[in-house]
């Protein structure tokens, strides 16, 4: 005897519901990006958002994984496949000053630019503990050069990624203010400059 399936089947595509979620969460940040403005952006109805992705904060939870294996997921293989720390920054910083201006999506980065003004302690967390994870395998990358003498024993690794972070971060701001990819190339040759 053949089973019934429960409910209906979903009606709608899933994979570009979660890309317009993240392009809305990207452009309003998490707070000011509401259910309504969301299922609107979708193309679903509110059931069929909660049956699909859970509540608000699930849903962004979900949107972040997608956005740092799709936009932002050029600092990662900057850091992944180049040979030295300077190197990897400086391909991410490079990488970054186009990626958060393109006019194809909204400017910056989304992990930095959805913390602004969020009241939801565990969305801020998280989005902090994103961001401190970056700065650690920053460190890391920096330790690991000064091991093996490709910086000078005597570099602040803490610092140096610290300082990485800032920039990045700070470019993420400025691309938001209007900054040119140029402009933030520009920014980017110089903070490479900085290096021990």
């Known amino acids: 005897m053949a089973t019934r399936q429960r409910g209906r089947p979903r009606s ?4 570009e519901a979660l890309r317009q979620a993240t392009l809305a969460f990207w452009e309003h940040g998490y707070e000011a990006t509401s259910i309504a403005g969301l299922t609107k952006v979708m193309g679903i109805g509110a059931p069929s958002l909660y049956a699909a992705f859970g509540d608000k904060k699930a849903l962004f939870a979900e949107v972040v994984e997608a956005y ?13 496949e180049e040979t030295t720390a ?6 991410m910083l ?3 000053a186009h990626e958060y201006t393109d006019p ?11 913390a602004v003004n969020c009241a939801a ?4 967390a998280a989005l902090r503990e994103r961001r401190n994870a970056t700065l650690a395998a920053f ?8 091991a093996t003498g490709g910086l000078p024993g005597d570099t602040d690794a803490p610092a140096l990624a610290r300082y990485c972070g800032v920039v990045l971060q700070g470019m993420s701001q400025q691309a938001c203010d209007g900054a040119t990819e140029e402009e933030l190339a520009r920014t980017a040759e110089i903070a490479m400059r900085a290096w021990p």
């Open 68 to 80: 740092t294996t799709s936009w932002g997921i050029f600092a990662g293989q900057a850091l992944a």
């Open 121 to 124: 302690p565990e969305v801020g």
């Open 139 to 146: 460190e890391s990358r920096i330790r690991a050069d000064v």
């Open 104 to 114: 194809s999506h909204p400017r910056g980065c989304l992990v930095i630019r959805a």
């Open 86 to 91: 300077r190197a990897a920054i400086g391909r």
């Open 12 to 15: 709608f595509d899933r994979d």
């Open 94 to 96: 490079r990488e970054a």
